[in-house]
């Protein structure tokens, strides 16, 4: 049943909530920054020639991701409740508005099913590492294509990452997802500023990373790279499906939204600077080429690691693992958030049942040779999950959150939530009221090619 209040306390609810105010911005920052920081934001920037593509992209992380960002804390600490149970609580209990909801507990099996995968790949490359690289670059880089391609190890290693995200979220709120983002996060953190003091001082790369990343030249900017910067945006703030509306549920009434959803942002965005300085400085140091694609963490840097050592890769794999199992929890949060306030079901019986279901979904993406046709050709599960899901539900979830908040949740109540003063609320009122829907719209239309001006090659 909805919202139940447990009869020996007023204060505290039975659903759970942070036992301090860092307990919320370092899960919710530890669910911002994953994958996406450390392995996606490298390599598209390096594919859409640095500086310009940053700039753009931090651009959105303001006008488009922080608003939404608050938007979902909003909702979620006002209704105190899993993202259906939100929406059914701020409007009536047979809402439409409850389908967004839906959308984002949909997306959070989804996504979580395949993000396993590719983090799965992260802890095997922090054995491969310890291990050592070593043979020709093609051999090294043959290294990746044989884990994707062996059925064995990708689910092997999908197994270990799933087991893990079980294991911290069955400890709830505070004991499982509040003290392993307390651990993992400043971890993540000291590691990050050893290897990009690495990349700095250590390498001659420093310097041309850092002309790469933050001197734009804007003769290189395309209107794809914009968009891919605006979607990025979304994916990297762990936005539109419902998670900073869950982790926002468990937030104490006395925090300030605004100021910890800036915090929150300004993390994530620092982290991926960092890592993009951190790799690209290895990248310069020994001539590579910027625009590796996809491969970029898992070919291109375990050849330079053959160079640097152990020293330098087993910390590099271990940084990305913690990332992508402290944004794995937060995902798997939201599908078991639902089951606990909704379904009335234990917090142990839903994270098993759950966390088992997204396992053995995600078994499709982990064994690659099972492939569907997907616009046109056959493609693997896992990259048609990656962009029906990035491409379409998430911005699909953000445009609806958005539009619920500018329109139909109660002016009184998203002023009481805000917390900070009055021009910065009106601010943010015209930006979520006109700024955010075109902004997400746009990501929309570019997902579907539906956009006039962009050449989709028909
Ligand atoms: N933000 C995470 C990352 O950057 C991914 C994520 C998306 C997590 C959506 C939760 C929800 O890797």
């Known amino acids: 049943m909805a919202n139940e209040i447990s009869s020996n306390s007023e204060t505290v609810p039975s659903r759970g909530q942070w036992a301090s105010h860092l307990g919320f911005i370092l899960a919710a920052a530890g669910?911002?920054?994953?994958?996406?920081?450390?392995?996606?934001?490298?390599?598209?920037?390096?594919?859409?020639?640095?500086?310009?593509?940053?700039l753009v992209y931090l651009i959105c992380v303001v006008i488009v991701g922080l608003p939404l960002m608050i938007a979902e804390i909003m909702i979620g600490r006002r209704a105190q409740q899993n993202p259906v149970g939100a929406f059914q609580e701020l409007h009536h209990k047979n809402s439409p508005w409850q389908l967004t909801g839906w959308l984002g507990v949909a997306s959070?099996?989804?996504?979580?099913?395949?993000?396993?995968?590719?983090?799965?790949?992260?802890?095997?490359?922090?054995?491969?590492?310890i291990v050592g690289f070593s043979g020709s670059p093609e051999q090294i880089q043959n290294q990746f294509t044989e884990l994707v391609v062996s059925p064995f190890d990708s689910v092997?290693?999908?197994?270990?990452?799933?087991?893990?995200?079980?294991?911290?979220?069955?400890?709830?709120?505070?004991?499982?997802?509040?003290?392993?983002?307390?651990?993992?996060?400043?971890?993540?953190?000291?590691?990050?500023?050893?290897?990009?003091f690495y990349g700095l001082f250590f390498t001659h790369g420093g310097s041309q990373a850092l002309e790469f990343l933050f001197k734009p030249d804007f003769s290189k900017l395309s209107a794809e790279a914009a968009l891919s910067a605006l979607g990025h945006a979304f994916f990297t703030l762990s936005?539109?499906?419902?998670?900073?509306?869950?982790?926002?549920?468990?937030?104490?009434?006395?925090?300030?939204?605004?100021?910890?959803?800036?915090?929150?942002?300004?993390?994530?965005?620092?982290?991926?600077?960092?890592?993009?300085?951190?790799?690209?400085?290895?990248?310069?140091?020994?001539?590579?080429?910027?625009?590796?694609?996809?491969?970029?963490i898992?070919?291109?840097?375990?050849?330079?690691?053959?160079?640097?050592?152990?020293?330098?890769?087993?910390?590099?794999?271990?940084?990305?693992?913690?990332?992508?199992?402290?944004?794995?929890?937060?995902l798997l949060e939201v599908v078991v958030s639902y089951f606990i306030d909704i379904r009335g079901w234990s917090r142990a019986k839903a994270t098993f049942l759950l966390g088992g279901a997204i396992y053995l979904f995600g078994l499709l993406s982990a064994i690659s040779s099972i492939t569907l046709p997907f616009r046109g050709k056959d493609q693997g599960i896992f990259d048609i999950l990656d962009f029906v899901t990035t491409n379409y539900m998430l911005p699909v979830g953000g445009l609806l959150t958005c539009l619920f908040t500018a329109w139909v949740f109660k002016r009184k109540a998203k002023i009481d939530e805000f917390g900070s003063g009055d021009t910065l609320y009106r601010v943010f009122d015209i930006i979520i009221k006109v700024v955010t829907p075109i902004a997400v719209i746009i990501v929309l239309l570019h997902g579907l090619e539906l956009l006039p001006f962009m050449d989709y090659g028909k």
Request: hydrophobic share 55%.
């Open 298 to 330: 898992f070919k291109t840097l375990p050849v330079l690691f053959k160079e640097t050592g152990p020293g330098i890769s087993v910390p590099f794999f271990i940084l990305l693992s913690f990332a992508a199992l402290t944004s794995g929890i937060s």
């Open 108 to 129: 959070g099996f989804l996504i979580l099913s395949f993000y396993s995968v590719v983090a799965g790949w992260a802890i095997a490359y922090i054995f491969k590492s």
């Open 239 to 296: 936005l539109g499906m419902g998670a900073m509306i869950t982790y926002g549920s468990y937030m104490k009434k006395s925090d300030n939204i605004f100021k910890n959803a800036v915090m929150v942002s300004f993390l994530d965005t620092l982290i991926a600077l960092m890592a993009g300085t951190a790799i690209f400085s290895l990248v310069f140091h020994y001539g590579m080429e910027p625009g590796q694609s996809v491969g970029l």
């Open 31 to 54: 669910s911002a920054i994953g994958l996406g920081n450390i392995w996606k934001f490298p390599y598209i920037t390096g594919e859409y020639g640095g500086g310009a593509f940053v």
């Open 156 to 196: 092997l290693w999908h197994s270990v990452f799933m087991m893990l995200c079980i294991a911290i979220v069955i400890g709830g709120v505070q004991r499982g997802i509040e003290r392993w983002s307390k651990i993992l996060m400043p971890a993540l953190f000291v590691i990050l500023i050893g290897l990009m």
